[in-house]
């Protein structure tokens, strides 16, 4: 199986400031017949579904805002909050689908407002 | 508009089993995958397993197998996640969860059901 590790476990950040994520795989999740990392990012707020942020370890899921952003290939990504708002608040959790249908994700990741 | 919704809240004994349902409304049915995933209180996601509404085929994650059963009902545009010998750890939000037309990812979630298992 492929294993997704994710750092901090926690950040709090003053609102409007950056919140970085970091997501790290066991093995490259970037497929080379199509050069497509797969990797995704969910956003997860108390007493609700997750709902999909990024796909293709960059591309923003329609209705996302854009201070959203992901990057990174193969084994290393990070999610991007660029300005920090309160509805933010929640936890993140990167997923890889390179193993389709047998999907991993991480533990997440809480942010929080400082 | 595209929606999962999933049965209600479960009380069951350890060594029942609960079938959890998920009906789609608002798309084709039969287009795109379903998985189902859990996530126990405080806890991460766990994914269970997949199932492909058109031809009924399945996949479970190695820790399910033998456990779980996905099946759908393409008339109701329903699917099912059946899961036996309940034990405590089982205590969880299940999820069901659509894959995305642009990539495996999963864009559409059911609200989840608590399936909570206690003597």
């Known amino acids: 199986d492929i294993v997704m590790t994710q750092s901090p476990d926690s950040l709090a950040v003053s609102l409007g400031e950056r919140a970085t994520i970091n997501c790290k795989s066991s093995?490259?999740?970037?497929?080379?017949?199509?050069?497509?990392?797969?990797l995704a990012w969910y956003q997860q707020k108390p007493g609700q579904p997750p709902k999909l942020l990024i796909y293709?370890?960059?591309t923003r899921e329609s209705g996302v805002p854009d201070r959203f952003s992901g990057s990174g290939s193969g084994t290393d990504f990070t999610l991007t909050i660029s300005s920090l708002q309160a509805e933010d608040v929640a936890v993140y959790y990167c997923?890889?689908?390179?193993?389709?249908?047998?999907?991993?994700f991480g533990p997440g990741t809480k942010v929080d407002i400082k | 508009q595209v929606q999962l919704v999933q049965s209600g809240a479960e009380v069951k004994k350890p060594g029942a089993s609960v079938k959890v349902s998920c009906k789609a409304s608002?798309?084709?049915?039969?287009?795109?995958?379903i998985n189902w995933v859990r996530q126990a209180t405080g806890q991460g996601l766990e994914w269970m397993g997949w199932?492909?509404?058109?031809?009924?085929?399945?996949g479970y994650a190695q820790k399910f197998q033998g456990r779980v059963t996905m099946t759908r009902n393409t008339s109701i545009s329903t699917a099912y996640m059946e899961l036996s010998s309940l034990r405590s750890e089982d205590t969880a939000v299940y999820y069901c969860?659509?894959?995305?037309?642009?990539?495996?990812?999963?864009?559409?979630w059911g609200q989840g059901t608590m399936v909570t298992v206690s003597s």
């Open positions: 608002g798309y084709t049915f039969t287009s795109y995958d």
């Open positions: 997923q890889q689908y390179y193993s389709t249908p047998q999907v991993t």
């Open positions: 199932m492909n509404p058109n031809s009924g085929n399945t």
């Open positions: 969860a659509r894959e995305d037309d642009s990539s495996p990812a999963f864009d559409i």
């Open positions: 293709w370890a960059s």
């Open positions: 093995q490259s999740v970037l497929y080379s017949s199509n050069n497509k990392n797969y």
